[in-house]
């Protein structure tokens, strides 16, 4: 039995199964299932013994000639197969279709194979370097192979949320973030799925738990996801985002710098939302005599963009946009003379709003310590 050439090295990326629907074709002869099988063993790089029940997958590496039906069966960056491990951490994929596939693995706490390449990316490594990292096999037609992939032990962030008044910030999302924004995976890496491990839920007593982290810098970030009276009835507002130790800029967040394998359970956080603010006013056309009945005001922060928020114009003319927090903003304004009609689909909406259009309206806004009130927008038609 001819063995096959397998790159292995530490490391593990979760990776789930996905599944098509596709037109019913014509019946046609089934092809001959492959006799080819991978076989192999995972271990935990920490302690040396055998990962158990973790899952493996063969992803099928895609090339830039390959259409989505021909990446292993399961659409771009498809894989081959997938298996369990057993009480001794081996395990065995059957059937595998003849290709070159990347062999992962992945388990609670342990650094993914996204992450770790992304970590070399960010770092400046080249694809080539990349690739050769990556654990492989090449199935040929008939054979068995075997490979023993090593998972690296992440570091962990672990700590506690409150409120200003001093009770549990619960059901809250924490992630770590990289202070600057990634480097963008090179073709075909980025086909491989991505899967984050850097995200937790505070518990009842608002703790929380970020595992499976590269040896880097993050700064904590806490999601906020309120609810706001909306037409007829609820929709989600501006995301708010609060940066330890405790401010609304990523900017001037402070990083964590963590090595594979470290614990650090002595993260603390205070949710001050009352240093937050609302701008607030009327948008009319008077000018032109039209009211404006429908539109949208956002802000932008001048220093920051992801620093950004909006608020719905009411069929008044009313907005109202909410946890502003204090900085210099560019204010936007678009309206329309007809009434917004919303539907909701699930979790999305449908939101129309035809009608005469006005000329693109910004200014310079200030946002002190105080609530912004009163403002007055006066768009003019572009008729």
């Not at 388990?107 to 992450?115: I, L, N, W």
């Not at 909306?230 to 710098?257: C, D, H, M, S």
């Amino acid at each position: 039995m001819q063995k096959w050439n397998v790159i292995s090295r530490v490391g593990c990326v979760l990776l789930m199964g996905g599944c098509m629907l596709r037109a019913q074709a014509p019946m046609v002869a089934a092809a001959p299932a492959s006799s080819a099988s991978v076989t192999g063993m995972v271990v935990f790089g920490d302690t040396q013994r055998p990962a158990r029940f973790v899952q493996v997958d063969l992803q099928a590496i895609p090339s830039a000639s390959a259409s989505n039906n021909d990446r292993g069966g399961r659409g771009f960056g498809g894989g081959g197969g997938f298996a369990r491990t057993g009480l001794d951490g081996t395990f065995t994929i059957s059937n595998v279709a003849p290709g070159d596939y990347w062999v992962l693995a992945t388990a609670p706490g342990y650094v993914s194979e996204r992450t770790l390449l992304q970590t070399g990316a960010n770092a400046g490594a080249t694809a080539t370097d990349l690739m050769t990292q990556m654990p492989t096999v090449h199935v040929s037609a008939s054979g068995s192979g075997s490979v023993t992939l090593t998972l690296v032990r992440g570091a962990a962030l672990s700590g506690r949320l409150q409120w200003e008044d001093g009770s549990p910030a619960t059901g809250v999302d924490v992630v770590a973030d990289p202070p600057v924004t990634p480097v963008a995976l090179p073709s075909p890496l980025n086909s491989l799925r991505a899967y984050s491990t850097t995200r937790a839920v505070t518990d009842d007593r608002g703790v929380f738990r970020l595992l499976g982290l590269a040896s880097g810098d993050y700064v904590l970030e806490v999601q906020l996801h309120p609810t706001v009276q909306f037409g007829g009835g609820r929709g989600l507002a501006n995301l708010i985002r609060v940066y330890a130790p405790g401010v609304f800029r990523k900017a001037e967040a402070k990083p964590i710098t963590i090595k594979a394998g470290d614990e650090r359970d002595d993260l603390r956080m205070v949710l001050n939302l009352s240093q937050l603010h609302t701008v607030s006013g009327h948008v009319n056309s008077a000018a032109a005599g039209f009211n404006v009945l429908s539109g949208r005001v956002s802000l932008v922060d001048t220093t920051d963009a992801t620093v950004q928020m909006s608020g719905p114009i009411n069929a008044n003319g009313d907005f109202l946009i909410s946890y502003v927090p204090a900085g210099t903003y560019t204010l936007s304004a678009q309206g329309s003379t007809q009434a917004m009609t919303i539907g909701f689909r699930g979790r999305g909406g449908n939101n129309t709003a035809v009608g005469t259009t006005f000329q693109p309206y910004t200014q310079t806004l200030s946002v002190g310590e105080t609530d912004v009130t009163g403002m007055g927008i006066n768009l003019l038609s572009t008729q």
